[in-house]
């Protein structure tokens, strides 16, 4: 797509000049970040460009910490899901080189806790970052070029059903995006416009 191409130019004009790159590319849930991150970054693979995909929920915080019934669920998935202070720590060391390669804990899923991943680093690295709320203040002066993808919630609904069935019925999506995923995000949307921070977005 032809977006693909002028996001990946800008980009790799930034690392022509800076060498490493920290790219975000912020949507809501169910606005197509994963398959777009995948896109843009083998554009920029295919320009010779060595790339790292990373996924903010690779950062998540452990179940006791993200689930906490002393605040509402939205509260929950907006101040508790992530580790944004490690999350930073990391990609200051890839932005500084400390070292030719980094470990990187990431949390998985299926049992809940962290593993580790080493991740090389040369002198011109694109890293790509696809998750939601990338433009929160708690990320300030973490990225050097932002996409956001702008879906309305009722196309990324219809998306979510198909999707998540692991969390059960549709009814059972339904309750937990009115619950906890959606309220979170309107926070998000209403508070910081992500739309018109961001230096490109794509529409749907």
């Not at 980009?11 to 060498?19: A, K, Q």
């Not at 939601?132 to 070029?145: C, E, M, P, S, T």
């Not at 309220?183 to 490109?200: G, S």
Request: charged fraction near 25%; glycine fraction near 6%; proline fraction near 2%.
């Amino acid at each position: 797509m032809i977006y693909e191409k002028e996001i990946c130019n800008s980009i790799l004009n930034i690392s022509s000049e800076n060498g490493i790159v920290i790219v975000g590319i912020d949507g809501l849930g169910g606005a197509g970040k994963s398959t777009i991150s995948e896109k843009i970054c083998c554009e920029i693979q295919n320009n010779n460009t060595h790339t790292i995909l990373l996924h903010i929920d690779d950062f998540i915080n452990v179940r006791k910490v993200r689930y906490n019934s002393a605040y509402p669920e939205w509260q929950c998935y907006y101040d508790l899901q992530w580790r944004y202070g490690y999350f930073a720590e990391i990609i200051n060391q890839i932005k500084n080189k400390t070292n030719d390669s980094i470990e990187i804990e990431l949390y998985d899923k299926d049992s809940d806790c962290y593993f580790t991943q080493s991740y090389d680093i040369k002198e011109k690295t694109v890293v790509i970052v696809e998750g939601i709320f990338l433009q929160r203040k708690d990320l300030n002066g973490i990225f050097d070029y932002m996409v956001y993808i702008d879906i309305p919630e009722n196309i990324r609904m219809t998306r979510v059903l198909k999707r998540d069935t692991y969390i059960g019925n549709e009814q059972q999506i339904i309750d937990k995006y009115e619950n906890r995923y959606f309220p979170a995000e309107r926070k998000y949307y209403n508070e910081y416009h992500p739309e018109r921070l961001a230096d490109f977005v794509i529409g749907g």
